[in-house]
Each structure stands twice: as structure tokens, then as C-alpha cells.
């Protein structure tokens, strides 16, 4: 049943003293709310407690045939109280409705705040659609049973009152009933563990349910694509099930609690009331007093049992809260020794003995050196594996190395305030990510302060805007989720042109490998040496009109530099690179099309074709 709900990496468990101190630290600034609310409670409390009180003075009184002044009176105090409870009752809610709101909101800003920060290494082990159940079921299970315990006060407050009357009128049968709490506190510890226990395993499962709907609503097409609708579904009602079969584990041990702790105040009054009855027999006890006896009981047993069942269902809410304060504590492996912001920065890079491993013992980098000098342009070029993305990867501080250096501008790069420097890097990945929205707010997004005409002229300084005139609402086409309703070669467009207006002092792009069509392609390279005309700028690159583009090129293998220089040097020279131009890029160039076309032209007349096979420049 509990299979694959084992404990995130980044979980911890924490008492329950450190979570109520922290927890408290969310309430400060409600501290005027909290003090009205604990005051309605008492107020509610005491209206509830003296009902029984002034039944018992009612039995009294006519008991001793007591006058109808004395009487009415007693009526109008029951009533006054009911009145009194109610609408301090009213006031309380309300106030709690409002504290508890602003608190767990708060506390999913907090979450959310901390899964933004969290570094690319931290999403590389845990899946996003459990982060996203931390932010949002857990925060709102909290919240709800949140709201629940506010009721707890009051009803401690009144067992204490009701007690107190009780013993002042019979101490022998009050100190018998508060006996019977006892097994009722054993039997409350007892669930407290089992509860803690469950809960934190039904949180993982609906964690599993929430991952499993993330990852399939954005794999949706590939499903379809490969017929596997079935089995995706088969998936969802496998986690779905566990988690069916583990929340109905943890509803049984919540649900098992009433029952026994009723058993036990069933007992308990039932014996209370059989030695009440025997007293007033013998005329120890008044009818009256027994009387209330038998009101306040009933009364003093119920918050007994709420306030130990609410113990139960409170490790619902701690085991949440665990989850969350979880998720705000995780450490990022990224750290950084100084948050110096550096302005004007002129783009020279420089690697210096680097050591870089995604898993340890791994390492993708070794002992890796490199410099790109100011306003120059490089391409990386090397098999899957060779460490590529890698290096970009570094340079956006994505994930920390583990030996060495990295100097932007002969600066430490682990010295500079992450936000700030990153503001100066512009990033364009391998497979482009739109947000839902128009082209223009896609564009905007890494300037968020650009105008419209600033946006405009951009836009239209590619082809003059001839990209447009296919978009039914130009800038303002609608571009769906994650860019659905553009095609890859627009989605790329924008991206590029979204850090054009940014106008970043390094630039990074990861070039996508799907072939466009060659309108699309001459606008993207276009877009691209307008970036390189005023970026130091590295290039993944797969197309060959950009590795062309580049001043330098670079090519790895197996996280080392084994050859560098300019196209025609490297081709000149036989090595790896001209390998590699012959395998993946020679048949973009014009050369090869034209060849392959006139092959194609021969076969018209019958004879068997035979494309040129690839030779070096």
C-alpha cells in the first residue's frame, strides 16, 4: 500500500514545540485579532458553562417551591446567555475566518516563494507536481483544521469552569470523574502517534495523485500520439487507488477515535450518576445538585472528547505543516558567498579548473579551463554528453561546481547577488517556453517596463514584420499554453526577440534541432546577429549558418576542449570538427541542396539515384 510514498530527500521532521513556536511567528501581526477572539471565547465559555448551573438553581428553586420572581429570573438569564453565546460566538468565527485566511496565505507565499527559489539540482530529484501539492493541499488541510482548533479554547476554558462548580458541590464524585479522564489521556496519546503516522502518508499520496496529473495534462499530446490514453489512465487509477485505500486507513483511525473515547465517558457517567443517585437516596446530595450533575456531565465529557480527538486531528495539520516548512527550508546547492550587484558588465568569461558533476562520482567537466573575451561570439559543437549545456548551465548559475572557478569580467561569479546578475544574462533554451498570453506579453517579459512601441519596433526590425502577417492578431495573437498555437520556428522568434529587448551584456542559446522552413530560419538567424552584434554570446549550435556565425568554435568531447578555432581552420584541419560537419551540417549547406537536387533531376529519367555522400571542404 505505502509503495513509492517514501519521504522526499529535502523532508525533515520537526517537534511539536518547534512547530507551534514557528507557527506562532505567523500570527504577530494579528495579535489584536487574537486577543479579541480569545476574549469571545471565554465569553462563549462562560455562557455555556453557567446554563447548567442556572438550571440547577431553576430545580432548586422549585425543589424548595421558590418564588416566580426568582424563577422568571432564571429565564431570563438562561436566555441572556444563549444571546450572549451566540453573538460572542458570530464575532469569534468571523475573526478566525479572517486570521486564518491571512495565514495560510502567508504561509502559501512563503512555500511558493521558496519553490521559486529552489535551484535546478532541487527539481532535477523531486517532481514538481509534489512540490505543488505542498503549496497547495497541505496549506489548505492546515487551514482547516486550523479553524477547527480555534474551538479548542473555549471548550478548555469550560471544562475548567464546569469543574470547578462540580467539585465545589461534590468533591468525592468530581474527583472520581476527572479519575476517568485518565484512560481517555492514555487512549489520546495512543491515536496522537497512529494519526501522525497516517497522515503524513495520505499527504504523500495525494502528493503522487497531484504529480501524476501534472505530468500527464503536459504530456498529453505525446500520449495521444502514441495511443496511450489507456495506460496513462491505468496509471491515475493505480496512485489514485493508493491513495483511496490510504486516506480510508487514515479515516478509520480518526473515525475510531469518537467511538472509543465515548465508550469511555459513557462509563465514566454512567458510574458518576449511578453514586450521584445513591447519595441523594441517602440524603447526602440534593436532587438539584445531582441535577446538575447529570447537565453538567454530559457537558463536561463532550469538549473532553473534542479536545482529544481534536489532538488526534491535529497531527492532520502538523504533518501538513511539516510538509511545508519542509519545502521553505530545503537548501539550494547553489550558494553564494556575496550578493555584490555589478552593473556594466563587459562579458569576459573565464573558467578556470572547473570540476562539474550532476551526480557524485559522474563528473561531466574535468579540471576545465576556457576564456571568451568581451563582445565575442562562440559555439560549442560535440556529441550528446560532451558537456555543452553543461557550461551554460554554470554561467546561468543554475547548479554549483565543484572545484575551481568561474570569473565574469575577472569577478568570482559565486560573489554576485543572483538576481541582479541574471538580470544581465539573456537565455534562450532548446525547446522555447512561452507563457499563456499575447506575443507582445511574451516579448515584454524579460523587460517588463518596454513599451509598446519599443515592442513594435523590435518586432518589426525581423524581415519587417513579415512573421506577423501569418498571426491572425499580429502582436497581440493569443500564443496558448506554453506557446501551443505558434509553431516551433515562431515559438524560437519570440524567445529571441523576447532577449533582444532585454538587451543583455551575455547571451546563451541553446539552438533547438528541428528543422523550420527556410522563411522562419532566415528571420531567426537574423534575430540571433542582431543579439550577437552587441553580446559576448554562446551558442549550442545545430544549424550551420550559426556555427558559421560564430568567432570562434569550439568543439568537446567528453567535457574537454579537444579542437578550436574558426570553421575554415578547423575544416583544414580534418579532426573531429570536420567529422562532425559531415555528419550533422553539411547536408544544410547550399552545396550539398544543390547537388542532391540535380541527383533528383537525373532520376526523372529513370536511372536509380544516388545522393552525394559527404566529403570535406
Given at each position: 500500500?505505502?509503495?513509492?510514498?517514501?519521504?522526499?530527500?529535502?523532508?525533515?521532521?520537526?517537534?511539536?514545540?518547534?512547530?507551534?513556536?514557528?507557527?506562532?511567528?505567523?500570527?504577530?501581526?494579528?495579535?489584536?485579532?487574537?486577543?479579541?477572539?480569545?476574549?469571545?471565547?471565554?465569553?462563549?465559555?462562560?455562557?455555556?458553562?453557567?446554563?447548567?448551573?442556572?438550571?440547577?438553581?431553576?430545580?432548586?428553586?422549585?425543589?424548595?417551591?421558590?418564588?416566580?420572581?426568582?424563577?422568571?429570573?432564571?429565564?431570563?438569564?438562561?436566555?441572556?446567555?444563549?444571546?450572549?453565546?451566540?453573538?460572542?460566538?458570530?464575532?469569534?468565527?468571523?475573526?478566525?475566518?479572517?486570521?486564518?485566511?491571512?495565514?495560510?496565505?502567508?504561509?502559501?507565499?512563503?512555500?511558493?516563494?521558496?519553490?521559486?527559489?529552489?535551484?535546478?539540482?532541487?527539481?532535477?530529484?523531486?517532481?514538481?507536481?509534489?512540490?505543488?501539492?505542498?503549496?497547495?493541499?497541505?496549506?489548505?488541510?492546515?487551514?482547516?483544521?486550523?479553524?477547527?482548533?480555534?474551538?479548542?479554547?473555549?471548550?478548555?476554558?469550560?471544562?475548567?469552569?464546569?469543574?470547578?462548580?462540580?467539585?465545589?458541590?461534590?468533591?468525592?464524585?468530581?474527583?472520581?470523574?476527572?479519575?476517568?479522564?485518565?484512560?481517555?489521556?492514555?487512549?489520546?496519546?495512543?491515536?496522537?502517534?497512529?494519526?501522525?503516522?497516517?497522515?503524513?502518508?495520505?499527504?504523500?499520496?495525494?502528493?503522487?495523485?497531484?504529480?501524476?496529473?501534472?505530468?500527464?495534462?503536459?504530456?498529453?499530446?505525446?500520449?495521444?500520439?502514441?495511443?496511450?490514453?489507456?495506460?496513462?489512465?491505468?496509471?491515475?487509477?493505480?496512485?489514485?487507488?493508493?491513495?483511496?485505500?490510504?486516506?480510508?486507513?487514515?479515516?478509520?483511525?480518526?473515525?475510531?477515535?469518537?467511538?472509543?473515547?465515548?465508550?469511555?465517558?459513557?462509563?465514566?457517567?454512567?458510574?458518576?450518576?449511578?453514586?450521584?443517585?445513591?447519595?441523594?437516596?441517602?440524603?447526602?446530595?440534593?436532587?438539584?445538585?445531582?441535577?446538575?450533575?447529570?447537565q453538567s456531565v454530559d457537558r463536561f465529557w463532550f469538549p473532553v472528547i473534542n479536545i482529544s480527538t481534536y489532538w488526534s486531528q491535529f497531527q492532520q495539520a502538523m504533518s501538513a505543516l511539516e510538509r511545508i516548512f519542509a519545502l521553505i527550508d530545503a537548501e539550494n546547492t547553489v550558494v553564494q558567498t556575496d550578493s555584490r550587484?555589478?552593473?556594466?558588465?563587459?562579458?569576459?568569461?573565464?573558467?578556470?579548473?572547473?570540476?562539474?558533476?550532476?551526480?557524485?562520482?559522474?563528473?561531466?567537466?574535468?579540471?576545465?579551463?576556457?576564456?571568451?573575451?568581451?563582445?565575442?561570439?562562440?559555439?560549442?559543437?560535440?556529441?550528446?554528453?560532451?558537456?555543452?549545456?553543461?557550461?551554460?548551465?554554470?554561467?546561468?548559475?543554475?547548479?554549483?561546481?565543484?572545484?575551481?572557478?568561474?570569473?565574469?569580467?575577472?569577478?568570482?561569479?559565486?560573489?554576485?547577488?543572483?538576481?541582479?546578475?541574471?538580470?544581465?544574462?539573456?537565455?534562450?533554451?532548446?525547446?522555447?517556453?512561452?507563457?499563456?498570453?499575447?506575443?507582445?506579453?511574451?516579448?515584454?517579459?524579460?523587460?517588463?517596463?518596454?513599451?509598446?512601441?519599443?515592442?513594435?519596433?523590435?518586432?518589426?526590425?525581423?524581415?519587417?514584420?513579415?512573421?506577423?502577417?501569418?498571426?491572425?492578431?499580429?502582436?497581440?495573437?493569443?500564443?496558448?499554453?506554453?506557446?501551443?498555437?505558434?509553431?516551433?520556428?515562431?515559438?524560437?522568434?519570440?524567445?529571441?526577440?523576447?532577449?533582444?529587448?532585454?538587451?543583455?551584456?551575455?547571451?546563451?542559446?541553446?539552438?533547438?534541432?528541428?528543422?523550420?522552413?527556410?522563411?522562419?530560419?532566415?528571420?531567426?538567424?537574423?534575430?540571433?546577429?542582431?543579439?550577437?552584434?552587441?553580446?559576448?554570446?554562446?551558442?549550442?549550435?545545430?544549424?550551420?549558418?550559426?556555427?558559421?556565425?560564430?568567432?570562434?568554435?569550439?568543439?568537446?568531447?567528453?567535457?574537454?576542449?579537444?579542437?578550436?578555432?574558426?570553421?575554415?581552420?578547423?575544416?583544414?584541419?580534418?579532426?573531429?570538427?570536420?567529422?562532425?560537419?559531415?555528419?550533422?551540417?553539411?547536408?544544410?549547406?547550399?552545396?550539398?541542396?544543390?547537388?542532391?537536387?540535380?541527383?533528383?533531376?537525373?532520376?526523372?529519367?529513370?536511372?536509380?539515384?544516388?545522393?552525394?555522400?559527404?566529403?570535406?571542404?
Amino acid at each position: 500500500m505505502f509503495a513509492g510514498l517514501d519521504q522526499d530527500r529535502y523532508d525533515r521532521q520537526y517537534t511539536d514545540f518547534y512547530l507551534f513556536k514557528r507557527l506562532a511567528t505567523y500570527f504577530r501581526k494579528f495579535v489584536k485579532q487574537v486577543i479579541v477572539i480569545s476574549v469571545m471565547g471565554v465569553i462563549v465559555s462562560l455562557a455555556l458553562a453557567v446554563v447548567p448551573i442556572l438550571i440547577a438553581f431553576g430545580v432548586d428553586e422549585l425543589e424548595n417551591e421558590g418564588s416566580t420572581n426568582i424563577l422568571l429570573l432564571i429565564v431570563g438569564a438562561l436566555f441572556l446567555s444563549v444571546v450572549i453565546e451566540y453573538v460572542a460566538n458570530w464575532v469569534r468565527r468571523r475573526l478566525v475566518g479572517r486570521v486564518v485566511g491571512s495565514v495560510v496565505m502567508q504561509m502559501r507565499k512563503d512555500a511558493f516563494a521558496a519553490a521559486v527559489d529552489r535551484d535546478m539540482a532541487f527539481y532535477d530529484e523531486n517532481k514538481t507536481g509534489k512540490v505543488l501539492s505542498r503549496i497547495t493541499n497541505d496549506t489548505e488541510e492546515f487551514g482547516q483544521v486550523l479553524i477547527i482548533s480555534t474551538d479548542l479554547l473555549s471548550e478548555v476554558i469550560q471544562v475548567a469552569i464546569l469543574l470547578g462548580v462540580l467539585f465545589s458541590r461534590n468533591a468525592l464524585l468530581t474527583v472520581i470523574l476527572f479519575i476517568f479522564t485518565l484512560p481517555m489521556i492514555a487512549a489520546t496519546y495512543v491515536f496522537r502517534r497512529l494519526a501522525r503516522k497516517i497522515t503524513r502518508q495520505g499527504s504523500r499520496a495525494m502528493a503522487q495523485v497531484n504529480d501524476n496529473i501534472q505530468e500527464t495534462v503536459t504530456g498529453i499530446s505525446i500520449a495521444k500520439n502514441f495511443r496511450q490514453e489507456a495506460m496513462i489512465y491505468e496509471d491515475f487509477v493505480r496512485v489514485n487507488t493508493q491513495s483511496y485505500r490510504i486516506n480510508l486507513q487514515r479515516g478509520m483511525v480518526l473515525s475510531a477515535v469518537f467511538p472509543v473515547l465515548n465508550a469511555l465517558a459513557g462509563f465514566a457517567t454512567s458510574s458518576v450518576l449511578y453514586g450521584g443517585a445513591l447519595a441523594v437516596t441517602d440524603g447526602i446530595m440534593s436532587v438539584s445538585i445531582w441535577y446538575l450533575y447529570i447537565q453538567s456531565v454530559d457537558r463536561f465529557w463532550f469538549p473532553v472528547i473534542n479536545i482529544s480527538t481534536y489532538w488526534s486531528q491535529f497531527q492532520q495539520a502538523m504533518s501538513a505543516l511539516e510538509r511545508i516548512f519542509a519545502l521553505i527550508d530545503a537548501e539550494n546547492t547553489v550558494v553564494q558567498t556575496d550578493s555584490r550587484k555589478i552593473s556594466d558588465i563587459k562579458g569576459r568569461i573565464s573558467f578556470k579548473e572547473v570540476t562539474f558533476e550532476y551526480k557524485s562520482g559522474q563528473p561531466v567537466l574535468r579540471h576545465f579551463n576556457l576564456n571568451i573575451e568581451p563582445g565575442e561570439s562562440v559555439a560549442f559543437v560535440g556529441h550528446t554528453g560532451a558537456g555543452k549545456s553543461s557550461i551554460t548551465k554554470l554561467i546561468l548559475r543554475l547548479y554549483e561546481f565543484q572545484q575551481g572557478q568561474i570569473c565574469i569580467d575577472d569577478q568570482d561569479i559565486r560573489t554576485f547577488d543572483l538576481q541582479h546578475y541574471r538580470s544581465q544574462l539573456g537565455f534562450v533554451p532548446q525547446t522555447p517556453f512561452l507563457f499563456s498570453g499575447t506575443i507582445a506579453d511574451n516579448i515584454r517579459y524579460g523587460k517588463p517596463d518596454a513599451s509598446a512601441a519599443e515592442i513594435e519596433k523590435i518586432a518589426y526590425s525581423i524581415g519587417s514584420g513579415e512573421w506577423l502577417e501569418t498571426l491572425p492578431d499580429g502582436l497581440q495573437s493569443d500564443v496558448g499554453e506554453r506557446g501551443s498555437r505558434l509553431s516551433l520556428g515562431q515559438r524560437q522568434l519570440v524567445s529571441l526577440l523576447r532577449v533582444l529587448v532585454q538587451k543583455p551584456a551575455i547571451f546563451i542559446l541553446d539552438e533547438a534541432t528541428a528543422s523550420v522552413d527556410n522563411f522562419t530560419e532566415t528571420q531567426i538567424q537574423e534575430a540571433i546577429e542582431m543579439i550577437l552584434a552587441q553580446s559576448t554570446s554562446i551558442l549550442i549550435a545545430h544549424r550551420l549558418s550559426t556555427v558559421r556565425s560564430a568567432d570562434r568554435i569550439i568543439v568537446l568531447r567528453e567535457g574537454s576542449i579537444i579542437e578550436e578555432g574558426s570553421h575554415d581552420v578547423l575544416m583544414t584541419q580534418g579532426g573531429h570538427y570536420a567529422e562532425l560537419y559531415n555528419t550533422y551540417f553539411r547536408h544544410q549547406s547550399l552545396e550539398y541542396v544543390e547537388n542532391a537536387r540535380a541527383m533528383l533531376m537525373q532520376g526523372e529519367n529513370g536511372r536509380k539515384i544516388h545522393l552525394p555522400s559527404p566529403k570535406p571542404n
